[in-house]
């Protein structure tokens, strides 16, 4: 069974660019959830989508968005780059909840400059 | 507000030497606890897990600890191995269909 794959691994983008990040999940999961980890901070959570709908939602700006599609397919946004968005993108699926055991991607490594 | 919180940013062991990685928490609602492992370069993997109702659950090598009093759970791994040196995430979820919040993490590098 294929794992979580997430493209692209890597990105370097100019402040007030926008991006879009792309999650597959596990076949068969149906929530998708994303996180967003800076040194120091750790995991923060951005979004969760299951049956194309969000979810939870965590403390990030209005820059941030998501959207999920019919074939479970998750997509993230970030428009208006900013310095502090430099971080490594996070995208996790499971069958059900985000609360059950999280499978994770390698993550997309976004550098604004 | 940091709800979950691994004070201790790095951790340097002898192999074969007990490991002991912490973790504290704010939120007494909080019901389910896990661990992840992470490496360079990959996502984080599931590791152990512990629900509120109890203080110790074992996986081999790996315990994890629930001290819901002074709200602090451990993980030990016993004995130590090269290979178990990475970043670890303590996480925890206070509802059914809640999001998993995490703390900073924790490298852990083991010396052979």
């Known amino acids: 069974k294929a794992g979580v794959t997430q493209t692209p691994r890597y990105l370097i983008k100019t402040r007030g660019q926008q991006v879009t990040l792309s999650c597959s999940p596990i076949s068969g999961h149906r929530s998708v959830s994303w996180y967003q980890q800076t040194p120091g901070q750790g995991l923060q959570f951005l979004f969760e989508y299951f049956s194309e709908t969000q979810r939870n939602k965590g403390n990030f700006p209005g820059r941030f968005s998501g959207r999920q599609f019919s074939n479970s397919r998750s997509e993230m946004n970030v428009s208006t780059l900013e310095l502090g968005d430099s971080a490594l993108y996070l995208c996790a699926s499971s069958l059900v909840s985000t609360n059950e055991k999280l499978f994770f991607g390698s993550g997309t490594q976004l550098s604004v400059l | 507000d940091q709800q979950v919180k691994q004070n201790s940013p790095s951790l340097s062991v002898q192999e074969g030497r007990i490991s002991i990685l912490n973790c504290d928490y704010t939120?007494?609602?909080?019901?389910?606890f896990l661990w992840y492992k992470k490496y360079p370069a990959e996502g984080p993997t599931f590791l152990i897990s512990?629900?509120?109702?109890?203080d110790k659950n074992e996986d081999g090598r790996f315990t994890v600890f629930l001290n819901k009093s002074a709200k602090h759970l451990s993980l030990h791994i016993v004995p130590s191995q090269p290979g178990d040196s990475a970043v670890y995430f303590c996480?925890?979820?206070?509802?059914?269909?809640?999001?998993?919040?995490f703390g900073q993490g924790t490298e852990l590098s083991v010396k052979p």
């Open positions: 939120n007494s609602m909080f019901d389910y």
């Open positions: 996480a925890a979820r206070y509802n059914q269909g809640g999001k998993l919040i």
């Open positions: 512990i629900s509120s109702i109890k």
